[in-house]
């Protein structure tokens, strides 16, 4: 990307990423300036890892690392770091067509917890229009609580893997003090890993071929539906997201990335 054609929101120092959003202005708009990196490959499988030293949070944030197919929800959605506002776990999630289901997960296989849907059921179905979930939830698992938004920032960042074969897609989370060595010394072997914090398994409750090739995305929405509709909630006093994004720029100092690395493992 070009750092000139991001209006300075994007800058490189000392072998860091840092992707910003504007907090000086009041907007003309509903919004506020932010970017949004995609990768020019695609890519079928691998392992995804990126290396954070310090991530967007705050009322109003919807920030996201995620992997995507063009044709949306045929080809798959792997959201491996996403939240909103001042949430303090991550939201590992799949979205897909119909017929991916992981009720039959063993609850052992991983450290995180399934996310709720409409009648306090887990969310196991991944399907975008499932019954008894909210509209586009996905199949989601809360990772564990401190590894996303201010909570992560405070402990200098971390690092998430994210390997996708044939038969599962799993996430790790791991602090810069446990990080792997054979992952810091780019040879990376998820079997000797542990538990994974976020484990759908592939097969025949899911079949494989509903991920197609995806991109990797980097980005940082304001509101929307997610962000949004439960601002009032997470940041109360504060009026409606649109009108508070809109009119508090100071508050977005903290709203940024700051990537050690991104790699892709094949």
């Known amino acids: 990307v070009s750092t000139q054609s991001t209006g300075g929101l994007v800058k490189v120092t000392n072998g860091q990423a840092f992707i910003y959003a504007d907090s000086t202005t009041i907007s003309s708009g509903s919004g506020?300036?932010?970017?949004?990196?995609?990768?020019?490959?695609?890519?079928?499988?691998?392992?995804?890892?990126?290396?954070?030293?310090?991530?967007?949070?705050?009322?109003g944030t919807w920030p996201a690392f995620w992997l995507l197919g063009d044709n949306w929800p045929n080809q798959g959605e792997i959201d491996i770091i996403e939240g909103v506002n001042e949430q303090n776990y991550d939201q590992t999630t799949l979205h897909t067509s119909n017929g991916c289901d992981m009720s039959q997960e063993p609850s052992?296989?991983?450290?995180?917890?399934?996310?709720?849907?409409?009648?306090?059921?887990?969310?196991?179905?991944?399907?975008?229009?499932?019954?008894?979930q909210y509209d586009n939830q996905g199949c989601s698992i809360n990772d564990g609580y401190g590894?996303?938004?201010?909570?992560?920032?405070?402990?200098?960042?971390?690092?998430?893997?994210?390997?996708?074969?044939?038969?599962?897609?799993?996430?790790?989370?791991?602090?810069?003090?446990?990080?792997?060595?054979?992952?810091?010394?780019?040879?990376?072997?998820?079997?000797?890993?542990?538990?994974?914090?976020?484990?759908?398994?592939?097969?025949?409750?899911?079949?494989?071929?509903?991920f197609g090739p995806q991109r990797i995305?980097?980005?940082?929405?304001?509101?929307?539906?997610?962000?949004?509709?439960?601002?009032?909630?997470?940041?109360?006093?504060?009026?409606?997201?649109?009108?508070?994004v809109q009119n508090n720029p100071s508050a977005f100092k903290d709203a940024y990335w700051q990537i050690n690395y991104v790699k892709v493992f094949q």
């Open 32 to 59: 506020r300036a932010a970017v949004r990196l995609e990768s020019y490959n695609y890519f079928s499988q691998g392992l995804f890892v990126i290396d954070l030293k310090h991530m967007p949070h705050g009322c």
């Open 147 to 210: 590894n996303y938004g201010a909570s992560l920032n405070n402990i200098g960042g971390g690092v998430f893997a994210t390997q996708w074969y044939s038969g599962a897609i799993k996430t790790w989370f791991f602090t810069h003090s446990n990080t792997p060595a054979d992952l810091i010394n780019n040879n990376p072997n998820p079997a000797n890993w542990g538990k994974p914090v976020a484990n759908f398994a592939l097969g025949s409750q899911c079949s494989s071929s509903h």
């Open 217 to 244: 995305i980097i980005d940082l929405t304001f509101c929307g539906d997610w962000a949004g509709s439960v601002f009032g909630q997470d940041c109360p006093n504060k009026g409606s997201c649109t009108s508070y």
């Open 108 to 132: 052992g296989s991983f450290s995180g917890n399934w996310q709720k849907g409409t009648a306090g059921n887990n969310a196991t179905n991944c399907y975008v229009h499932a019954a008894n």
